[in-house]
């Protein structure tokens, strides 16, 4: 494997492919991708039929390592999704660059979810009922990860982190004492489980 210790803008590197073994890519794909998409299907037991099976169906052809398939949406950014698509049509999730397959799996994930309206995919395993089709318009535009940003969010221990964070950033800086404090205070407001206790 080549080490890169500098970059070169006029001679980048090749793109991390998602085929080595244990390498970063591949453990993403083989594991952490699958099991974000299970953890939306565990979050989410009220979606319709149609939009569990849509995303099973994606899980599958991620766990079965099968051919990418493409987007089959008519949403206004499908086309640019499709441009991309074209040099990986013919490949497998485990033979096309780590950066395109997650990026690329994130949006497929949202088109099976219903984020962008109907259809979720072109051929669906059968046609909904009118229940059915609102039942699944009433996920257009709602974040398949809501309720775990939600729980993050509530978590004390995210805003310690991110006011550690900020607070060992500042202290290398000018007027460090002020910014923090005043960072701090910001972050008061955004989190209410922060006191002066946990400054």
Request: aromatic share 10%; with cysteine; proline share 10%.
């Given at each position: 494997?080549?080490?890169?210790?500098?970059?070169?803008?006029?001679?980048?590197?090749?793109?991390?492919?998602?085929?080595?073994?244990?390498?970063?890519?591949?453990?993403?794909?083989?594991?952490?991708?699958?099991?974000?998409?299970?953890?939306?299907?565990?979050?989410?037991?009220?979606?319709?039929?149609?939009?569990?099976?849509?995303?099973?169906?994606?899980?599958?052809?991620?766990?079965?390592?099968?051919?990418?398939?493409?987007?089959?949406?008519?949403?206004?950014?499908?086309?640019?999704?499709?441009?991309?698509?074209?040099?990986?049509?013919d490949?497998?999730?485990?033979?096309?660059?780590?950066?395109?397959?997650?990026?690329?799996?994130?949006r497929?994930?949202?088109?099976?979810?219903?984020?962008?309206?109907?259809?979720?995919?072109?051929?669906?395993?059968?046609?909904?009922?009118?229940?059915?089709?609102?039942?699944?318009?009433?996920?257009?535009?709602?974040?398949?990860?809501?309720?775990?940003?939600?729980?993050?969010?509530?978590?004390?221990?995210?805003?310690?982190?991110?006011?550690?964070?900020?607070?060992?950033?500042?202290?290398t800086?000018?007027?460090?004492?002020?910014?923090?404090?005043?960072?701090?205070?910001?972050?008061?407001?955004?989190?209410?489980?922060?006191?002066?206790?946990?400054?």
């Open positions: 494997m080549t080490v890169y210790t500098e970059f070169n803008p006029h001679q980048p590197p090749p793109p991390l492919l998602t085929n080595e073994p244990d390498s970063f890519p591949n453990l993403t794909m083989r594991q952490r991708i699958p099991k974000i998409l299970q953890d939306v299907l565990t979050d989410h037991p009220n979606y319709p039929l149609e939009i569990t099976e849509a995303l099973q169906a994606l899980l599958d052809e991620l766990v079965n390592n099968d051919l990418v398939g493409p987007l089959n949406s008519n949403a206004p950014d499908a086309s640019l999704w499709s441009e991309a698509w074209q040099p990986h049509r490949k497998r999730w485990l033979e096309i660059p780590w950066f395109f397959a997650e990026a690329f799996f994130y497929r994930l949202l088109q099976a979810v219903g984020y962008f309206g109907w259809p979720l995919v072109t051929v669906q395993l059968r046609s909904p009922t009118p229940q059915g089709r609102a039942a699944i318009e009433a996920w257009e535009g709602v974040d398949p990860f809501q309720t775990r940003k939600q729980a993050e969010l509530h978590n004390l221990t995210t805003w310690q982190t991110v006011q550690a964070a900020l607070r060992d950033t500042l202290q800086e000018d007027n460090a004492e002020n910014d923090a404090t005043t960072l701090v205070g910001h972050l008061s407001c955004l989190c209410p489980f922060l006191d002066d206790r946990n400054t």
